[in-house]
């Protein structure tokens, strides 16, 4: 890719799934850095109150509600952000939702749902996308996950959506650059995030559901995106937990599948019984507004992974540490050795 990609302050950025969550800490800190916004989710009033919070802290933002998984709803994003601003520069793929529970215990229509929304609204937004950035360059941002690369229980059909969006992302990616079209194209994994995602999900199990560890906060994720908006990447997971755990099914499959099996049924279910008519997001938009999903555990509020994904001077200074610290084990194992040595000379002179 031989473009460079506009700075932040720049930028006409659209978000959709902005309601909540990832999209909406994005929001928040693109505002903050003077990016121009088009906000996107299905609830307008979460939406309006967001957007006018945005302008009267001096930001610029607006709305269009709609629904990723209808191609007409998703048209008129771009519409609007032409209308206002005369287009947009990088556009984020967020929206999502999951249903936990075994996936032959889900029926049919929830699964299509769930695709609709969740791989169909990637391909309504990447194709509308695409359409403008061919001509004036800029960002695709596909949210992806650290499941599209290794696939848990309870979530087996969130997990196929994202390997759909994996296959999807990555196949375009290639057209694209053979084609030389001036565009990044970028999959983001984040690792478990402490947003309102289990309490939007389906829940069909007898308990409500809960992340698993090692989960992470959302600012980190939103960070990942503002950098891929500068910066062209091809992908960039989301906290270090996740990396391991999908390097260890790519290259331990059958032991990590024996750790799945192990941890993944019981971690993904919390102690509290499920919630009698609990409102989901599947089909319509639930509560939204929220950041975070008040996860219990701890939350890591970095990771050191990720920083050094996009910072090579860290991750030079980490690999030269790592170096630095084998060596010295090293010369240690090596003097201790000698010293070993030399002792057994003397004893045996003394005998």
Not at 81 to 91: E, H, K, M, Q
Not at 205 to 224: H, I, K
Not at 273 to 285: C, I, Q, R, T, V
Not at 294 to 315: C, D, F, N, R
């Amino acid at each position: 890719m031989n473009f460079k990609l506009k700075r932040l302050s720049d930028q006409v950025m659209v978000i959709t799934g902005a309601s909540s969550g990832i999209g909406l800490v994005t929001a928040r800190l693109a505002a903050k850095r003077g990016v121009r916004l088009v906000l996107n989710a299905r609830n307008e009033e979460a939406l309006s109150s967001i957007v006018e919070e945005i302008n009267a802290a001096g930001g610029d933002a607006i709305y269009v509600a709609g629904d990723v998984g209808k191609f007409e709803d998703v048209q008129k994003i771009a519409e609007g952000a032409v209308r206002r601003f005369g287009g947009f520069d990088t556009w984020v793929n967020n929206a999502g939702v999951s249903i936990y529970g075994a996936v032959l215990d889900q029926s049919l229509e929830d699964q299509r749902r769930l695709f609709e929304t969740n791989y169909w609204g990637v391909v309504h937004g990447s194709m509308i996308a695409c359409a403008h950035l061919r001509i004036n360059g800029g960002a695709l941002i596909n949210i992806g996950s650290v499941l599209s690369d290794v696939a848990i229980p309870i979530q087996g059909t969130y997990c196929a959506t994202k390997h759909a969006v994996k296959g999807y992302t990555d196949a375009l990616r290639l057209e694209l650059e053979e084609e030389g079209a001036p565009i990044s194209v970028t999959l983001i994994k984040p690792s478990a995030i402490d947003t309102p995602y289990s309490q939007h999900a389906k829940n069909l199990m007898p308990v409500e559901p809960q992340n698993p560890p090692p989960v992470y906060a959302p600012d980190l994720v939103a960070e990942a995106i503002l950098h891929c908006a500068e910066n062209p990447e091809r992908d960039l997971y989301v906290g270090g937990g996740g990396k391991m755990l999908a390097a260890a099914g790519q290259h331990a499959p059958r032991l990590t599948d024996k750790l799945l099996e192990a941890t993944m049924f019981s971690w993904q279910k919390s102690s509290q019984p499920k919630l009698d008519g609990g409102p989901d997001s599947l089909y319509a938009p639930s509560a939204d507004g929220e950041e975070r999903g008040g996860y219990s555990g701890h939350v890591a509020e970095s990771s050191v992974y990720t920083k050094a994904s996009v910072h090579p001077l860290i991750a030079g200074s980490l690999l030269a540490g790592l170096g630095f610290a084998a060596y010295a084990a090293w010369r240690a194992a090596t003097a201790n050795s000698a010293a070993g040595a030399h002792q057994k000379v003397l004893l045996d002179r003394a005998r």
